[in-house]
């Protein structure tokens, strides 16, 4: 069974950064996709980006292209997420996703293993 671990929300004001960190095991299938979500209150769970195993091939949504960076230790099992320029808009409770294949996906309906969530929370 595959296991999702978050860490390194918090709160920061806007313009500042934080760096979430998703920590994986359990794997029994190589390559796979981890994905970051977010969800605010009252909103739809959104994809924010994607990484592959093995060739670290990524995808970001608009939203975040050119703000947010995603990086993964395979060694570790481990996939960060780089938040730079974060926006009171970017509050949101944040949660790493997996699933086994090449290909990349942030579509929730295309992950069955959740890691419980890290709130982050922009101040104006």
């Known amino acids: 069974e595959v296991q999702l671990v978050e860490s390194g929300g918090g709160l920061v004001q806007a313009g500042g950064s934080l760096r979430l960190s998703c920590a994986a095991s359990g794997f029994t299938f190589d390559p796979y996709v981890i994905t970051w979500f977010r969800q605010a209150p009252g909103k739809e769970r959104e994809g924010v980006s994607c990484i592959r195993s093995r060739d670290g091939s990524t995808y970001y949504a608009d939203s975040v292209k050119g703000r947010f960076t995603i990086s993964i230790d395979n060694a570790m099992n481990t996939v960060y997420l780089r938040m730079n320029s974060l926006k009171p808009q970017d509050t949101a409770v944040y949660y790493c996703?997996?699933?086994?294949?090449?290909?990349?996906?942030?579509?929730?309906?295309?992950?069955?293993?959740w890691g419980q969530g890290t709130q982050v929370t922009v101040s104006s």
């Open positions: 996703a997996a699933k086994e294949g090449r290909i990349l996906s942030i579509s929730p309906r295309a992950f069955r293993s």
